[in-house]
């Protein structure tokens, strides 16, 4: 079927799929990570049989498909609206960031969890303020960056000890 010249065909659709069993997470914790601030980004392959099935039976092979949990405890963030805003800043920077992967359908597609390990600072006067959306976003961007050139690119060659980034010390490390 021919489309008229000014029809634009869509992108692959991303579709980010929830990691809901215990055992998935136990998984993905135990395997390499990056870290950012209060933030770290654990990930692995969907080849894994506990990930795989859910994945392909969920959406088939086709499309840009990553699997995403989430490990915020209470303790460290009492707000449900901090959580949520963690969340939903995650999965808009993880499909900006799919939307630039030139070989993401060839890859296998990745399981991340991302994991809060301290509290974030208190000088935020609101959860929801626009201050603290930003920080955030800039936190969760930076990880998704160290995940681009650490985990999907060289995920069997990385190096502990991965250099700091600038200002902010973001630094990645893997974990055995």
């Known amino acids: 079927m021919a489309h008229p010249p000014h029809h634009v065909l869509a992108e692959p ?3 980010l799929l929830p990691l809901n069993r ?3 997470f136990s998984a993905s ?3 390499p990570s990056v870290h950012a601030e209060e933030f770290r980004l654990h990930f692995r392959d969907a080849r894994e049989p506990d990930v795989a099935n859910e994945v392909l039976q969920s959406c088939g092979p086709a499309g840009r498909i990553c699997v995403l949990g989430f490990v915020l405890p209470k303790r460290l963030c009492k707000h449900a609206v901090r959580r949520n805003l963690i969340r939903r800043a995650t999965r808009d920077g993880l499909r900006e960031h799919l939307r630039t992967v030139p070989d993401w359908p060839s890859a296998p597609p990745p399981v991340l969890v991302l994991k809060l390990t301290r509290k974030l600072p208190e000088t935020f006067v609101s959860a929801s303020s626009p201050a603290l959306s930003r920080y955030v976003k800039a936190r969760i961007q930076a990880l998704l960056n160290l995940y681009a050139r650490r985990g ?3 995920a069997t060659s990385a190096r502990p ?3 700091d980034q600038g200002p ?3 630094q990645a490390e893997t974990r055995p």
Do not use: M, V, Y
Request: no cysteine; proline share 6%; charged share 20%.
């Open 13 to 15: 659709e991303t579709l």
């Open 22 to 24: 215990p055992e998935s």
């Open 29 to 31: 914790l135990r395997g």
């Open 152 to 154: 999907r690119l060289s």
């Open 161 to 163: 000890g991965f250099a």
């Open 168 to 170: 902010s010390q973001i």
